[in-house]
């Protein structure tokens, strides 16, 4: 039990290249954290700084309160699993779960006893005689998770250990990976690009971009209370609709300006008016926040036509042009319009984020 | 089924050279199972009147004992060379470092050096130590020969292997050379066996410095005993012919057995996980 420290680490590869830039984060004892953000985000870079297979250019590393910045990672009671899995082809299933035992030289019936331990928890007891190559993606990735458990380390690593399984299995692997964590409560760090990975496993998630943590926060905050437009853009499916507008007073009234039409945000008005900083703003909605309606039912609405519609069976995603841009609605079930049909969209403002299009920043949460 | 024309070509070409290629050993075979009188009298494509074993009897009577000096030196050069070898080939292809490239170049350049350029250094070297006209002697001449070989070939194979192995051990508690042996070099091994038969082959068919190093007769090793058998007034054919396949079957008998490794190790720069 640790929890693990990053203090204003920076990793440069070859003098050039940051990868990881002047990052801060404090990943408390149990909790699941997970790294988002898109490959080249610096993500894995930095769970391998934290796993010591990189040595940060600056900056320190704890876990457990102890600096291990210049500890090889043998010495940091850290467990990994690996985007490839990296199982040893040559051992066998035992050999693998028991490497890491029989290189700390444990008693050999010790050895087994946790090999076995571990291989019915999750249940690979069977394969145990198998070597790598006999077994499917499934059964590779519980082993390398039974190999990564069996020492009960401090920290537990995972990068991407579900990006080769098959749409089903990740499904059943990310609910089972998620309550083996909370009954083991290790404290565990996560990386992935999936967002929805992150938003259902996680207890806290950092997002971030070319090198820097944009946000970090729980699931909730993150899709309710972006700080980013990077972050709003990321999070969620469809992804929330982002437009570049500006801000209008006219007379007595407020507008959010498109490209082909304007929204009324005279309510919003108190708030965004001390915060602005120029006119250039990005408005941004999700998909499920937007309502068609037929008829204007309050000053918030604008009008636009059926573009395209995708059914998806639960929902349908319908895709009304506005102006000149492209508003994705979700809608439950089935919908009554047909492509072409004049609609107004209803924006919710209390669901209307707004940001800073030179500085990507909320300027309203 | 009926052979295309383009086949029948292919196929006819693949046995001229087949023949063309194997000719050599069927006159060595042959010849060896002559008499000295019948070597001279016969047509040295022309099978033996009668199988004589004479000719086999005395070449290894007296090429047995250097064919043993051969054994010992090969065997315990080669194995030196790959071990030396393989450590250096690994660090090569993993570890990034100031002055890995110059290093890899002089590797390349002792590898590459016509071999016969260090022939009178060697004797130098060797006698300067005491270790001239000894097996000790000759096998350090061969390790400090065909290392560079063992590290630049091995180098090859552990650049084929991902990385992620041994990160995998470092983070399960390994270090270094932990994750080298128990983790690389068993994942390596059809490519260190590739390594080991191109570095034994060598070391075996090696003539010059094995004729120049070694001037004692008790410590000669095979290929310079083999050229011995030739006689000084006349050529004992047979005899001559006799030992020269005494002396290829030791490799041959490797290529036989451990030739799918080799085949496997061969391939393993270009499929990428054919090493595996």
Not at chain 2, 53 to 80: C, D, K, P, Q, Y
Request: hydrophobic share 50%.
């Amino acid at each position: 039990m640790a929890d693990v420290k990053l203090d204003h680490v920076t990793k440069i590869f070859g003098g050039r290249v940051v990868a990881v830039d002047n990052i801060t984060l404090h990943i408390r004892d149990g909790e699941f954290f997970v790294l988002l953000g898109p490959s080249g985000c610096g993500k894995t870079t930095t769970l391998r700084i934290i796993a010591g297979l990189e040595k940060p250019t600056a900056g320190r590393v704890y876990i457990g309160g102890v600096d291990v910045t210049d500890l090889p990672p043998k010495d940091r009671d850290v467990a990994m699993v690996f985007q490839s899995y990296a199982l040893y082809p040559h051992m066998t299933v035992y050999d693998n779960i028991a490497f890491p035992l029989k290189i700390r030289k444990m008693p050999k019936h010790e050895i087994d006893r946790r090999v076995r331990e571990v291989a019915r928890m999750l249940y690979i007891e069977d394969l145990l005689d198998r070597k790598p190559a006999q077994l499917s993606g499934g059964q590779q990735q519980r082993v390398a998770l039974a190999r990564a458990l069996v020492r009960q380390p401090k920290v537990f690593l995972f990068d991407e250990p579900l990006s080769n399984l098959d749409a089903k299995l990740r499904i059943e692997a990310r609910a089972f990976l998620k309550r083996l964590q909370k009954e083991l409560k290790i404290t565990t760090v996560y990386v992935t690009h999936d967002q929805a990975e992150a938003m259902t496993m996680a207890d806290r998630i950092a997002v971030m971009n070319a090198g820097k943590v944009i946000q970090v926060g729980t699931p909730d905050d993150i899709y309710w209370k972006p700080t980013h437009v990077f972050v709003a853009g990321f999070i969620g499916a469809p992804s929330m609709n982002l437009v570049d507008v500006s801000y209008v007073e006219k007379e007595d009234k407020v507008y959010l300006q498109g490209p082909g039409f304007e929204l009324d945000i005279t309510p919003l008005a108190s708030v965004v008016r001390p915060r602005l900083k120029h006119t250039e703003l990005i408005m941004g909605v999700r998909p499920e926040h937007l309502e068609i309606v037929d008829r204007p039912v309050d000053p918030h609405c604008v009008p636009g036509e059926v573009y395209v519609i995708e059914p998806l069976g639960a929902e349908t995603i319908v895709n009304v042009r506005v102006g000149d841009s492209i508003f994705k609605v979700r809608v439950l079930g089935a919908v009554k319009y047909n492509v072409g049909d004049k609609v107004y969209l209803h924006f919710d403002l209390n669901r209307v984020y707004i940001f800073d299009r030179k500085t990507g920043e909320a300027i309203i949460i | 089924m009926r052979l295309s024309i383009k086949m029948a070509i292919a196929y006819l070409v693949l046995v001229l050279m087949s023949i063309f290629w194997l000719l050599p050993f069927y006159i060595a075979l042959v010849t060896s199972l002559k008499t000295h009188r019948e070597t001279y009298v016969t047509n040295v494509l022309q099978p033996p009147s009668h199988i004589y074993l004479g000719a086999w009897i005395e070449a290894w009577n007296r090429v047995s004992r250097a064919f043993f000096n051969s054994i010992v030196v090969s065997i315990s050069s080669t194995l030196l060379c790959v071990l030396i070898g393989s450590l250096g080939g690994y660090y090569l292809a993993r570890f990034r470092f100031r002055g890995a490239n110059a290093l890899f170049f002089m590797i390349a350049v002792g590898a590459f050096i016509p071999y016969y350029v260090l022939l009178i250094p060697m004797t130098r070297l060797l006698a300067s130590i005491g270790l001239f006209g000894t097996l000790p002697g000759l096998i350090i001449a061969y390790v400090i020969l065909f290392s560079p070989w063992a590290a630049l070939i091995s180098s090859a194979f552990f650049l084929a292997i991902p990385r992620d192995f041994e990160e995998a051990a470092y983070v399960d508690g390994a270090s270094p050379l932990q994750a080298f042996f128990r983790v690389v070099l068993p994942i390596a091994l059809p490519g260190i066996v590739s390594t080991t038969i191109i570095v034994f082959m060598n070391i075996w068919n090696e003539f010059l410095f094995a004729v120049s190093l070694i001037t004692d007769p008790t410590y000669r090793t095979i290929q310079p005993e083999i050229a011995n058998l030739r006689g000084t007034t006349t050529v004992a054919w047979n005899t001559l012919m006799a030992g020269s396949l005494i002396g290829v079957l030791p490799p041959t008998i490797i290529c036989l057995f451990l030739g799918r490794y080799f085949i496997r190790g061969l391939l393993a720069g270009t499929l990428r996980g054919a090493a595996r």
